[in-house]
C-alpha cells in the first residue's frame, strides 16, 4: 500500500504499537497519520499550535494513543491523539492536541487553545 502526501518529502515514518496507524512528519511543517487497513487519512497535526518548520522526528507512545515529533524549529512536541476509525469526512485542520512543547531547554505543558 501506497500512502499520499500530496508530493510533500517526508522526514520521519512511525508505525503505532498495534500497527493500526502510520505517522509521517512532513517538510510542510505538517504531521499526517493513516490508517493501515484503509489507507485513509484519519489524523493531521498541524496549525497555529503545530510546529514552524519541517518535521524530522516522530514517535508513537507505547499506548498509541499520543505521538511526540520533533522539528527543526529547535522544538519538540507532544500530542494527544484522536484518529478516527478511517472516516475522513470530519477530518479537520488541526484533529490532534498539542499538550506540551519543549524548547531549547525550556517545556511549556497544558493544552493550547
Not at 64 to 80: A, H, I, P, R
Request: one cysteine or more; a negative charge; glycine letters at 12%.
Amino acid at each position: 500500500m501506497c500512502l499520499n502526501t500530496d508530493a510533500n518529502t517526508v522526514g520521519s515514518v512511525a508505525i503505532s504499537p498495534d500497527t493500526r496507524h502510520v505517522a509521517a512528519g512532513l517538510h510542510d511543517k505538517s504531521i499526517r497519520i493513516w490508517n493501515t487497513a484503509t489507507g485513509l487519512l484519519v489524523e493531521q497535526l498541524k496549525g497555529p499550535n503545530g510546529h514552524t518548520d519541517s518535521v524530522y522526528s516522530v514517535a508513537f507512545s507505547p499506548n498509541g494513543k499520543g505521538l511526540v515529533s520533533g522539528s527543526l524549529d529547535k522544538t519538540v512536541k507532544m500530542w494527544e491523539l484522536n484518529v478516527s476509525t478511517g472516516d475522513n469526512s470530519t477530518l479537520g485542520p488541526e484533529d490532534g492536541k498539542c499538550f506540551g512543547t519543549f524548547e531549547d531547554h525550556a517545556v511549556s505543558y497544558g493544552y493550547h487553545d
